[in-house]
């Protein structure tokens, strides 16, 4: 393609930090797969909780954002999903920290890249601490990230599901913001495609 406005304007919307491995013969397949867990009841713990300001209200609005995101993909898949508090046995470790954070993927500050998770059944989730959070969609403010959809995009790499070509889906490696927000059928298939329907 062109380097045009269309090309610059993307590129400096926020984004994923997990690569764009994206490779498919398909015209209809857009979405990538890149693991799968071994077990579909899944628990999950909340290391650390956001620290800038922001319209999240405490761990309550948190937990309540990121227990909807995992419903999200419970609810197209054979997949469930429960909290834990037990730190040592829960399958995906959740946080949120501050630029180097002893991954190896350093977050770069406010806005450029939004969070980062691993693949199965390496199961952790980083969001940038420096972002400012917010619990609803606030329509194109480029500074206040919503966590549910940020959450959701990097739920479905937990699960094994790479970034889409196809703009607009869950799993397009850049953020968005839309008041109808939802898994659209290109995600869905990446998710059946994993674990079945």
């Known amino acids: 393609g062109r380097f045009d406005e269309r090309t610059k304007n993307v590129l400096m919307r926020p984004r994923c930090q997990f690569p764009d491995i994206i490779q498919t013969s398909e015209r209809s397949k857009r979405f990538s797969t890149l693991g799968k867990w071994a077990k579909t009841t899944l628990t999950y713990v909340i290391n650390s909780y956001p620290t800038y300001p922001s319209d999240i209200n405490g761990r309550y609005d948190v937990e309540q954002l990121l227990a909807q995101s995992f419903k999200d993909w419970a609810s197209v898949s054979r997949l469930s999903f429960q909290q834990s508090s037990n730190n040592s046995t829960a399958d995906i470790q959740i ?97 059946e495609t994993i674990y079945g329907q």
């Not at 059944?121 to 601490?129: I, S």
């Not at 959701?152 to 869950?170: A, D, F, M, R």
């Open 95 to 191: 946080g949120f920290y501050k630029r180097d954070h002893g991954d190896g993927f350093s977050f770069d500050g406010m806005f450029g890249i939004l969070a980062h998770a691993f693949v199965p059944e390496y199961g952790k989730l980083h969001f940038d601490d420096d972002e400012m959070w917010s619990r609803v969609d606030k329509g194109f403010n480029l500074f206040l990230m919503n966590l549910r959809q940020v959450a959701t995009h990097e739920i479905g790499h937990l699960l094994g599901l790479g970034h889409s070509s196809v703009p607009k889906t869950v799993m397009y490696p850049f953020h968005y913001y839309t008041s109808n927000f939802m898994l659209t059928d290109d995600d869905i298939k990446g998710i």
